[in-house]
């Protein structure tokens, strides 16, 4: 009994449900006479506004797992890189990381600042055309903690999207914390009234991450999110000196590839381990351009060209 209060939430109607705020499982709930009184059933404002502010933008991806610590802001920021090496394309990072934003690290942006112009803030730019933005350049200190409610996180995200001066672009990648909770919802959310080409979905070989994955992309089912397929990074590592391949992260339920053929999901590649790729993300520099002809640098090119 002493459990009920807190599975309230899994039966919660929804904020734009008929029954928000009437439901059984809506009892105790803080936020019950705001849902009855169908206060919430309104749409956002801000969607509206954020659609014609990325009406400028011609492609919208999202990098997702369900998992912690499988390379989502080092693949984002390697695919950002990868996009701007035709000088021809303009492309644009944003980290809506909230409390853990690694985007201005790996960038090699830490310490630049966010500054506000007649048509919003400016992003922060790594080369003439790809902009950046993170809630990491409105910290005093990178060792500063965001302890923050959903709500407060959701409004960030919405500014991001709604007040960053983001001009004429052909890629816009989003980089998102692991889970399937308030960002997630959030950018979704804000993003409903404009098209997003889809999500791409990081995981690595082992079962203990893919099981995590597969809520990722049911996630992904459940509010109607195109999926443009799966990369599994870790997958492997490449010795720099004999060129062999030693797992470090068995596939002990087939990996990725067994995964996308069960869920019939494009497998877009399969990037290996390699100390360079952790050690030019510590130093802000790009992996891609250091290291071009190295096999990791080759299959983030070959997504590239897949998606």
Known sequence: HALAPHLR??????????????????AGCPNQKICAS??????????????????TVKHKILVLSGKGGVGKSTFSAHLAH???????????????????????????????????????????????????????????????????????????????LRDVDWGDLDYLIVDTPPGTSDEHLSIVQYLSSTHVDGAVIITTPQEVSLQDVRKEIRFCQKVKLPIIGVVENMSGFVCPSCKNTSQIFPPTSGGAERMCADLDLPLLGKVPLDPRIARSCDEGKSFINEVPDSPAAKVYQSIVQSE
């Not at 899994?10 to 059984?24: L, M, R, V």
């Not at 404002?45 to 954020?50: D, R, S």
Request: hydrophobic share 35%.
């Open 38 to 55: 169908g206060a919430t059933k309104a749409p956002d404002p801000a969607i509206a506004e954020i659609g014609e502010k990325l009406s």
């Open 9 to 26: 939430i899994i039966h919660c109607p929804g904020t734009t449900s008929e029954q928000a705020g009437k439901s059984s499982s809506c």
């Open 82 to 160: 990868t996009l701007a090496s035709d000088s021809t394309k303009e492309v644009a990072l944003l980290d809506v990381d909230i409390c853990g934003p690694s985007i201005p690290r790996i960038m090699g942006l830490e310490g630049e600042q966010v500054h506000q112009s007649g048509s919003g803030w400016s992003p922060v730019y790594v080369d003439d055309n790809l902009a950046v933005m993170s809630i990491g350049f409105l910290l005093s200190s990178p060792d500063d903690a965001v302890i923050w409610r959903g709500p407060k996180k959701n409004g960030m995200i919405k500014q991001f």
